[in-house]
Each structure stands twice: as structure tokens, then as C-alpha cells.
């Protein structure tokens, strides 16, 4: 089974396993029925279960292996390994920003990705940030969040190892997939073994990076579950918006009508 | 895509996002106090740990709004709690929200905050604030929610790389109380239980 058809199996299987399985609001309230929609998790039975799973998998094989990673993998393998992986993810940030109706940037991130691949040696030396070339990341979730102004991405949906998402975003992954340079170089080689890889790395370099983060969290709620939900809503809002990292735009005061992440701001 | 409104108001705004010389201005206060939390969190072995606590928990009751982020958490579920369930909760609200964020920050600890551009609207203040790793891992963007309250401010929200605290615990508390058969007292207890850990 390749990487490609897991993830187009993932995302089929939570299609139809959402459309299976629905909740109801706690009462006829309109409060009760404001709160059910703003959580918009109709499917939360199935949601729950692959959640158990995936917390299962987390448990067995990642969290050790991050935690591995984190504390035994030397400082500048580390920062090399995440910039080699980075490099690699330029190219669908480019078409990304390009489909936003943002060329500069886009052209801005092909620079990066050139000078990083060559003066960097393939990427594990980012001489591009050194230059004042910020890094910068979008997805085609993104693409379609920032196109579908006022849609919040739908249900929400966890995927099998692959974890919190909704359509906009789980179609996003399946894009970004297929229109990644390297994912269809490496399938035209015959070299797929180097795309497994790629992602076993990249899943364990990000689960290193969320060690405290997660075990505080899931610590400190009561639901770990509707806390990740939650958690997860307001990152992709504000990634959308271009808010997300240190030195990134300033917070919207005002909530765009009909976003359900922002009511935070309404009290 | 800043819209020009936003862009004013940064402008003007980020002539007072100067060095603090005083809790005056949302920026000052939000730098003195925060590194005085983190400061008190930095892991001093040999230190005693009983005694931080304590520094924390009066550094946080001073400057957070502690029944305001309680009310907010709560929802939908406050209007229909009774006083006693609402007076019941506030208090055990306290420990539970005390000790979360004393966990979260201790994160940063011995690390230094930089405070960043203030935006306001109405009665609010948003402080942006950096906190930059020693170990070239990525900086953390905070971003503090802050009223004027009294004389001085008090924080409502914290905002850590874009999920807000008081946003998280709400879905989380309502979550668990659907859960439960939409009772507050659930949890009331549940809370209890976690505290006494």
C-alpha cells in the first residue's frame, strides 16, 4: 500500500464513516443548538474512536520515538534533518501562496527554495533565513480557507494516523499530495521507499516539537479530546489569516460573521 | 491583506510598544508581570517549591480576572447554575486554573519575554509578546488579553501561539459537562477530584 492510496483511503473511509454516524444537540435551547453548531462535530462517535486509535499509535510508536529524537539526536542533525524537510515542502508552499494571489511570495519561496537546495547542500543548511529570507508555509487547506471566505472548513473530522481535520483540510492534504514535485518524482523513479521516509520523519520531527505542548494539555483537560478539537479550530483559523507564528500579522479584533473559531472575541 | 484600519491603528499604536517604564500602559504591565510569573517558575532546584507556588498563585490572583475567565469558561452552563453552584465553582475554578497555567508558562521558564505592538478595542488591550527558545526552536508568540480593571489592568485571556487558554478550557468544560448528562455539578466534582491530585 502506498502513501498515496492510505491517504485517499483515509479520507474516503472518514467520508463515509461521517455520514454513518450522527449526534443531536443536548436540548432544544437555542443556546444548546448555538453551542452544538459552533463545536460542529456531528460525527463525534466515529471522531472518538479513531481519536482512541490514533492515542493508541501516539502511545506505542511516535510519542517514543520523538521522545528518542528529541533527547538523543545531536542539535545540529536535528536543525539539519527539519531544514532538509522544510526545503523539501517549498515548493507546494509556493503554489500555494501563488493560488492565494500571492506571486511575490510565492516567487519569494522559490527563491529560498533554489538558493537552500544549492548554497544550502539540498536544503540541511537554510542559508536563505541567514539572507533575511523568512520561512514561511501554507497548505492548500489554507488555499481553500482563505478563497472560501467565512467557511470554517466543515465538520470536524479525525483522520486515521493522520489526525484532527475536516474536508477543507483533508482535501488539502490529497492536493498537496498530488501536486508535490517530490512525491511524483520519486513514484515515476520508483523510489517510494524515499516518500516513506520523508513522512516517518516528518512525523516524528513534529511530534518532538509537540511533546510538552500535548502531555501539558491532555494533563491539564478534562476531555483531551474536545480540548484538541478546539486547540486545532483556532491554529487553522489563525494560520489561514497569516496570523500564526512570532512577527506575523496582528490578532483580527473583529470576528468575520459566521466564524465559529472567533467567538471567542464576542463573550 | 492588513486592512488600512488595522494598519492605522498599528501605526499608532506601536509609537507606545516602546520600553516599559511603568505598569501604566497594557504593555508595561504585561512585561513586568510576565517576567515576574516566569521568573518565579524558573526551576531552581534545591528552591522550595511550595513556596513558588504560593508566589505564583498571588502574582496570578493580583493580575487575572479570575471570575471573569471563570464565567467565560463556563458558557452557556453559568446562566443556569444556581449561586451556590456558581460561588462552588469560582472556587474550585481557581486552584483548577492556577495550576494550569502555572504549568503552561513553566514551560518558558528562565526565559525572557518581549513585549511586542498593543492593539485596543473598546475596553480591551491585545499584547502581543515574543518569547524566544535559547534552543533555535521556533519563538513562541503570545498574545495577552488584557482590561483595565481599577487603577490598573487585568488579564482575561492568554492567546499562546494562537489558541486561546479561555477559548480551549470552554470547549473542553462543555464538552465534559454534555457528557455528563449536561450537569454542572458533574463538573463540580470532576473538578474537585483534579485538584486534590
Redesign the interface.
Same mark, same amino acid.
Given at each position: 500500500m502506498s502513501i498515496k492510496s492510505l491517504i485517499v483511503g483515509c479520507v474516503a473511509l472518514l467520508m463515509a464513516a461521517a455520514l454513518s454516524a450522527c449526534a443531536t444537540p443536548?436540548?432544544d435551547s437555542a443556546?444548546?443548538k448555538?453551542?452544538f453548531e459552533r463545536?460542529n462535530d456531528p460525527f463525534e462517535l466515529p471522531n472518538r474512536f479513531i481519536f482512541a486509535f490514533n492515542r493508541a499509535v501516539d502511545m506505542a510508536v511516535l510519542r517514543p520515538a520523538a521522545v528518542f529524537y528529541r533527547d538523543w539526536a545531536p542539535?545540529p542533525v536535528k536543525?539539519g534533518t527539519r531544514n532538509v524537510l522544510d526545503n523539501l515542502n517549498e515548493p507546494v508552499t509556493a503554489f500555494n501562496e501563488f493560488f492565494q494571489g500571492d506571486p511575490v511570495r510565492a516567487g519569494t519561496t522559490l527563491a529560498r527554495f533554489v538558493i537552500n537546495s544549492t548554497v544550502g547542500i539540498l536544503g540541511i543548511f537554510d542559508v536563505a533565513t541567514e539572507l533575511g529570507i523568512e520561512h514561511t508555509k501554507e497548505d492548500f487547506g489554507q488555499t481553500l480557507g482563505v478563497w472560501g471566505k467565512g467557511y470554517e472548513g466543515g465538520p470536524y473530522l479525525m483522520l486515521p494516523l493522520l489526525g484532527p481535520s475536516n474536508p477543507r483540510d483533508a482535501i488539502g492534504l490529497v492536493v498537496d499530495y498530488f501536486w508535490d514535485p517530490f512525491n511524483i518524482a520519486f513514484n515515476k523513479l520508483d523510489v517510494e521507499y524515499l516518500g516513506y521516509i520523508r513522512a516517518g520523519l516528518s512525523a516524528v520531527d513534529g511530534r518532538s516539537?509537540t511533546i510538552?505542548?500535548l502531555d501539558?494539555?491532555e494533563?491539564?483537560?478534562?476531555?483531551y479530546?474536545?480540548?484538541i478539537?478546539?486547540?486545532y479550530r483556532?491554529?487553522r483559523?489563525?494560520?489561514i489569516r497569516n496570523?500564526?507564528?512570532?512577527?506575523?500579522?496582528?490578532?483580527?479584533?473583529?470576528p468575520a460573521p459566521g466564524r465559529a473559531d472567533e467567538?471567542?472575541f464576542i463573550? | 491583506m492588513?486592512s488600512r484600519r488595522?494598519f492605522v491603528l498599528?501605526a499608532a499604536l506601536a509609537t507606545i510598544g516602546g520600553p516599559a517604564v511603568a505598569s501604566a500602559d497594557p504593555a508595561g504591565f504585561v512585561k513586568d508581570m510576565a517576567n515576574r510569573a516566569i521568573g518565579v517558575l524558573k526551576d531552581t532546584s534545591g528552591g522550595d517549591a511550595k513556596k513558588r507556588e504560593a508566589e505564583f498563585r498571588g502574582i496570578f490572583r493580583d493580575n487575572f480576572d479570575i471570575p471573569e475567565i471563570g464565567k467565560?469558561v463556563l458558557?452557556?452552563h453559568w446562566?443556569n447554575a444556581s449561586a451556590e453552584q456558581r460561588s462552588e465553582y469560582l472556587k474550585e475554578f481557581e486552584t483548577y486554573v492556577v495550576?494550569?497555567y502555572a504549568?503552561?508558562l513553566s514551560?518558558y521558564s528562565g526565559e525572557q519575554l518581549e513585549v511586542g505592538?498593543v492593539?485596543t478595542?473598546g475596553e480591551k488591550n491585545?499584547v +502581543?509578546s515574543?518569547i524566544r527558545r535559547p %534552543?533555535?526552536?521556533?519563538?513562541? /508568540?503570545i498574545?495577552w488579553e488584557i482590561e483595565k480593571a481599577g487603577g490598573g489592568y487585568k488579564v482575561v +485571556?492568554l492567546?499562546i501561539?494562537?489558541? %486561546?487558554m479561555?477559548?480551549?478550557? /470552554?470547549?473542553?468544560?462543555?464538552?465534559?459537562i454534555?457528557?455528563n448528562g449536561?450537569k454542572v455539578e458533574a463538573?463540580i466534582a470532576?473538578?474537585k477530584q483534579?485538584n486534590s491530585r
Open positions: 443536548a436540548d443556546e444548546a448555538a453551542e463545536t542539535a536543525r516539537r510538552e505542548v501539558d494539555l494533563r491539564n483537560s478534562l476531555d479530546y474536545a480540548a478539537r478546539s486547540a483556532q491554529r483559523a489563525a494560520e496570523e500564526g507564528t512570532a512577527g506575523g500579522k496582528p490578532i483580527s479584533l473583529q467567538l471567542a463573550r | 492588513i488595522a498599528f467565560f458558557g452557556i446562566r495550576r494550569t504549568e503552561r514551560e505592538r492593539q478595542q491585545y +502581543d515574543v %534552543s533555535g526552536a521556533p519563538p513562541i /508568540r498574545v +485571556d492567546k501561539e494562537n489558541v %486561546s479561555s477559548q480551549t478550557q /470552554r470547549s473542553d468544560f462543555s464538552s465534559y454534555s457528557q449536561g463538573l470532576r473538578l483534579f
